[in-house]
T-cell receptor, first 114, second 117 residues
Framework: AQSVAQPEDQVNVAEGNPLTVKCTYSVSGNPYLFWYVQYPNRGLQFLLKYITGDNLVKGSYGFEAEFNKSQTSFHLKKPSALVSDSALYFCAVTRNQAGTALIFGKGTTLSVSS | GAVVSQHPSRVICKSGTSVKIECRSLDFQATTMFWYRQFPKKSLMLMATSNEGSKATYEQGVEKDKFLINHASLTLSTLTVTSAHPEDSSFYIC?????????????FGQGTRLTVV
């Protein structure tokens, strides 16, 4: 079964510092991996995805993620954090390659202090 | 860009009553939509897949008689929480994939905060 793990419940960084939110996955076949962000009482906003190709994926709001097949990881990164990046971040994988139902990690709360 | 609209954003109902939540794709057709439930500080759990013109597919452990799903048109799916109880209080979110299918990102509604009192 497909699954993703986000080992950190919370990540705290100071504004201007680089941030990393970790995600590892377990899939059969080639993974379709996603990062979404959720602000309080809101739906999810798409940040980026990896389907195939370049291992470094660039997404919205200056975020990027690196697909590492050997480590089965897909960590979310940003070179310089903003206070406005504070939110709940979800890593997700499609349940199967043909479908688009998503299996989510438990989420990581990012807190950026000024 | 494509947008998914969910209504209402917040609802409070009494125990024993039913609540209907609507999910609309605004500028594209969605033959499939998904309904998720999010518990406080927890991940989103897929409840069911809504299929236009046919029965919904429910995930294991989700009561189909409790959570009625209807996908009557290519742009509308509804989730009805029947005979609601306080334990049904949660944040419900719908999503619809881009029409191109697998491997594409899904669009999410704004979510509905259901409180059963």
């Amino acid at each position: 079964a497909q699954s993703v793990a986000q080992p950190e419940d919370q990540v705290n960084v100071a504004e201007g510092n680089p941030l990393t939110v970790k995600c590892t996955y377990s899939v059969s076949g080639n993974p379709y991996l996603f990062w979404y962000v959720q602000y309080p009482n809101r739906g999810l906003q798409f940040l980026l995805k990896y389907i195939t190709g370049d291992n470094l994926v660039k997404g919205s709001y200056g975020f990027e993620a690196e697909f590492n097949k050997s480590q089965t990881s897909f960590h979310l990164k940003k070179p310089s954090a903003l206070v406005s990046d504070s939110a709940l971040y979800f890593c997700a994988v499609t349940r199967n390659q043909a479908g688009t139902a998503l299996i989510f990690g438990k989420g990581t709360t990012l807190s950026v202090s000024s | 860009g494509a947008v998914v609209s969910q209504h209402p954003s917040r609802v409070i109902c009494k125990s024993g009553t039913s609540v209907k939540i609507e999910c609309r794709s605004l500028d594209f057709q969605a033959t499939t939509m998904f309904w998720y439930r999010q518990f406080p500080k927890k991940s989103l759990m897929l409840m069911a897949t809504s299929n236009e013109g046919s029965k919904a597919t429910y995930e294991q452990g989700v009561e189909k008689d409790k959570f009625l799903i209807n996908h009557a048109s290519l742009t509308l799916s509804t989730l009805t929480v029947t005979s609601a109880h306080p334990e049904d209080s949660s944040f419900y979110i719908c999503s619809a994939p881009r029409p191109q299918g697998g491997g594409t990102e899904a669009f999410f509604g704004q979510g509905t905060r259901l409180t059963v009192v």
